[in-house]
């Protein structure tokens, strides 16, 4: 008798995701909760499943997106299913004397009633009850003999008015999607011409070979080139720095630590700098343009530098202690020679000329995700990129990223987001609070989920409370999504925290306490830091 193969715990997390992703789609298909729309309940399910998938990984993060978006398009666009040949029950207004009215007890929605205007379209009305039963009495001076009165107040199409399916499409063509696909040509162009190990070289030189001031270059080159390239793709390629000189120390001595865990912590530090830096970033960028908010290139680097600058110094300064290296002197043996080929010539020209662009945007009013298309159009019609380097770049983060704005869209027009948000008396909380509520959890979840995924949900929040105005005066919108944004940035507790965490893992060379010691203070005190930026510094910038 042959033995049952037992699952894996892979196996098993995938099976329990698909499971609890399954029954979170359904669930509101099944229960009703007062006042969300029946689109609501759909968006609903839809923002379960996806989060239950992006915890567990049941599916790729960037396949879940892609769901997404064709459940979207699928159940909740003009031409889906559910609404594509909606239309509102209605029936005329009956004269009850001066003023009052006999309306179907159906159509009352609490004291509101609602007046069809076209076949999918309505205004609501609240009206004063006179009399209740099957046919209710109702008095309003708005109302005239012979309107169309909705005669289904729970109908599909109250609460919500479908959007185009190409709403949801064009989440892919969004402006910040372009904005991270500049940056992905520009950090391939990079890794291809050798310009990223050779800026490494030029620019560690300086720091001599003291091995404290060694790993503080080396922290400050690989945020440089996190706030422009992958987070990922910046810890790999630094990573082929620090081994060959993590490999010549002693196990004993914690410099082999230290210099190991500087390379993701300052990876994922750099990427809040710049909007391109990481997901998050983009996520709120988005959200805050959905409002007809900008935020400039170069006013998103003064707001979030001098943040990125004090967790660095937070960063080194706590390993520094945690991690003291036995060895005083360490030589670094650096060779730099740039590549003199005519493309390597233009990738440094248009490197340059697109780096300035996104600085002085402010001055010359350029949009961020114009310029990158500089990058994308020239770096190809020249062929410093051929097609497999364009095949080659990572084109799912840019559907994780578009299946993040795509589920923001969705929670916002089906009137979801107000819902869970109404749902808090968030009013009751002083301003500092909130900002530490929302930097809590966004810290909390950050570090178990994706950060992007975290800032998918978190943000939208954020800004349904700003549009309805029901956080309480005071409230800045924008300020509270930057706090949600450094937030999900600062969470680098545990090697499934960040691919980088991740990468530094691999190597052998630290533990995971040894991460999570550096990740508890960061997180924490980056919270507070945040939060005193928040209250005196970013109302600078913004006003």
Not at 447 to 464: D, E, H, I, M, R
Request: aromatic share 8%.
């Amino acid at each position: 008798m042959q033995a049952k193969t037992r699952k894996s715990p892979e196996q098993t997390k995938k099976i329990t995701g698909l499971l609890l992703g399954i029954a979170g789609f359904c669930m509101p298909l099944f229960f009703t909760f007062s006042g969300l729309s029946f689109a609501g309940h759909i968006a609903l399910g839809i923002f379960l499943m996806a989060a239950v998938f992006w915890m567990f990984e049941t599916l790729p993060i960037y396949s879940t997106s892609m769901l997404v978006i064709f459940l979207q398009i699928s159940l909740l666009s003009q031409q889906g299913i559910l609404f594509s040949d909606a239309s509102l029950p209605a029936t005329a207004a009956e004269s009850r004397g001066q003023d009052e009215w006999m309306v179907s007890a159906s159509a009352l929605d609490g004291n509101t009633i609602y007046m069809k205007t076209n076949e999918t379209s309505y205004t609501s009305l609240e009206v004063e009850i006179l009399e209740r039963g099957e046919q209710v009495r109702v008095k309003s001076h708005d109302i005239s003999q012979g309107d169309a009165i909705v005669s289904d107040a729970g109908h599909r199409l109250i609460g919500y008015r479908p959007v185009s399916f190409t709403a949801f499409f064009g989440t892919l063509a969004s402006p910040i999607i372009i904005l991270f696909l500049g940056g992905f040509i520009l950090a391939s162009a990079s890794v291809k011409y050798n310009l990223d190990k050779n800026l490494t070289n030029v620019l560690l030189k300086p720091f001599g070979e003291k091995p404290m001031f060694i790993v503080l270059g080396l922290m400050i080159v690989t945020a440089a080139l996190s706030a422009f390239m992958s987070n990922t793709a910046t810890t790999a390629m630094m990573m082929t720095v620090a081994i060959p000189i993590a490999a010549q120390i002693s196990k004993e001595d914690k410099f082999r630590i230290m210099l190991t865990l500087s390379i993701p912590i300052a990876a994922n530090i750099g990427g809040m700098a710049t909007p391109i830096g990481t997901p998050p970033n983009a996520i709120v960028i988005a959200n805050l343009q959905q409002q007809g908010i900008n935020i400039a290139f170069g006013s998103w680097v003064a707001l979030m530098l001098p943040l990125a600058v004090g967790l660095l110094l937070l960063a080194w300064g706590t390993m520094r202690i945690l991690y003291p290296p036995t060895i005083e002197r360490f030589k670094l043996s650096l060779k730099s020679r740039f590549d003199k080929r005519p493309q390597a010539i233009i990738l440094y020209v248009i490197f340059a000329v697109t780096v300035l662009l996104w600085f002085t945007e402010a001055s010359h009013g350029i949009p961020s995700s114009m310029i990158a298309f500089i990058p994308i159009v020239a770096l190809t019609v020249t062929s410093v990129l051929d097609k497999d380097d364009i095949r080659a770049l990572p084109w799912e983060v840019l559907w994780l990223v578009a299946g993040g704005i795509s589920l923001g869209i969705s929670m916002e027009n089906t009137g979801l987001a107000m819902w869970l948000v109404s749902s808090i008396s968030w009013d009751m909380l002083p301003q500092l609070m909130l900002l530490l509520v929302f930097g809590l959890v966004a810290l909390m979840l950050s570090n178990f989920l994706s950060n992007t995924v975290t800032a998918t949900l978190l943000v939208p929040l954020a800004v349904s409370m700003g549009t309805a105005g029901i956080a309480g005066e005071g409230f800045s919108l924008v300020i509270t999504s930057l706090v949600i944004g450094a937030a999900c940035n600062m969470a680098m507790l545990l090697p499934i925290s960040t691919p980088p965490n991740a990468i530094a893992m691999s190597t052998g060379f630290i533990k995971t306490i040894d991460m999570v010691k550096v990740g508890i203070v960061i997180g924490l005190t980056g919270i507070v830091i945040a939060l005193a930026m928040a209250m005196m510094y970013w109302p600078l910038i913004i006003n």
